[in-house]
């Protein structure tokens, strides 16, 4: 979806750039990608060099290219093809074969930051097919250039502050993912398979979401169901029933345009059975002592393990 130029992370970039004299920053993982030039890609085979100076190029698949026109922020987006009739290697290739051009075009070979220890944070569309990139691709970049250092570390630490236009779009993720929580509790019943709750919300926030208030292309939902006793986060939805007058506890998250979010709930068809009220003050009761204990640069696992011993202390030992 277009979206007008978020500024402040081009010159956030150019800065830490200068920090570290660096020639260009090339990406390929899907989130680093969308981060840069807001082009989600669809398959994970695309790549940007963002110089030092003048404007990123991205190199994409041809069946995406016209949509990379529409909606990246920079103006140099070059295709590639997937099949190629007289190149029988893959298409990582022949995208790693634009990034190079580019480099040797730009002149910058001198000092240049790769992702080396990354693979991605979120996914490419195609969320069941992962790209691997083969150690030929890195070491093309060393051939390249005189200096090649780590992207991933610069890369996670601008990301860590977000721009107001990402707060904006994480914000609609959580609309839709609130959504498809309203559309469940209106809709769920005892005796339907947890699959079948779990499907049910997919399905709504996928039609709601494509074209959500028309800021969104693309938006999918991945949701964990279970119901009564049959709770255990961590593993996955089964047929088992939705229980009536226990909670049935959703996990549902929710991707907008490469921006994520993540929401747990229960939902109750009918009346909590007082077992529950019980646990409900229970887990109060250790959440207060939590409290207790914490105070400036307390140790994190001091207040873990408070908590974990008063759930061991009240009979639900060896919980996550």
């Not at 996990?251 to 007082?274: F, H, M, R, S």
């Amino acid at each position: 979806m277009p979206y007008p130029l978020d500024r402040e992370k081009w010159t956030r970039l150019h800065r830490v750039m200068d920090e570290k004299d660096l020639d260009a920053v090339i990406v390929r993982a899907p989130d680093n990608v969308l981060y840069l030039t807001n082009y989600w890609t669809m398959k994970g085979y695309e790549i940007v060099v963002f110089p030092r100076e003048g404007e990123p190029m991205l190199a994409v698949l041809e069946p995406q290219f016209r949509e990379a026109q529409r909606t990246a922020w920079n103006k140099d987006v070059r295709e590639y093809k997937f099949y190629h009739p007289s190149d029988p290697r893959p298409p990582t290739a022949r995208s790693l074969d634009v990034a190079l051009d580019f480099l040797r075009e730009k002149k910058l070979t001198n000092r240049i930051a790769v992702e080396l220890n990354q693979g991605s944070q979120i996914c490419d569309r195609m969320v069941g097919e992962p790209t691997g990139f083969t150690q030929g691709y890195f070491d093309a970049f060393r051939s390249a250039a005189k200096e090649v250092i780590d992207a991933a570390p610069l890369l996670a630490e601008l990301r860590g502050i977000k721009t107001p236009q990402e707060i904006e779009r994480m914000r609609i993720a959580n609309d839709l993912a609130a959504i498809g929580m309203a559309y469940a509790r209106k809709n769920i019943r005892p005796g339907m398979k947890e699959s079948e709750v779990a499907a049910m919300i997919e399905g709504h926030i996928h039609e709601v979401g494509v074209g959500y208030q028309g800021k969104v292309a693309m938006a999918r939902a991945f949701t964990l169901v279970w119901s009564g006793k049959g709770i255990a986060t961590f593993t996955a939805t089964s047929d088992r029933p939705v229980q009536q007058n226990e909670p049935t506890l959703v996990e549902i998250w929710v991707c907008a345009d490469g921006y994520w979010t993540d929401l747990t709930k229960n939902i109750c068809p009918g009346t909590l059975t007082p077992e529950y009220n019980r646990l409900l003050e229970l887990l109060l009761k250790i959440f207060k002592e939590a409290i207790g204990v914490v105070r400036d640069g307390a140790p994190l696992g001091e207040i873990d393990r408070v908590i974990r011993a008063s759930i061991d202390e009240a009979g639900y030992k060896g919980q996550p």
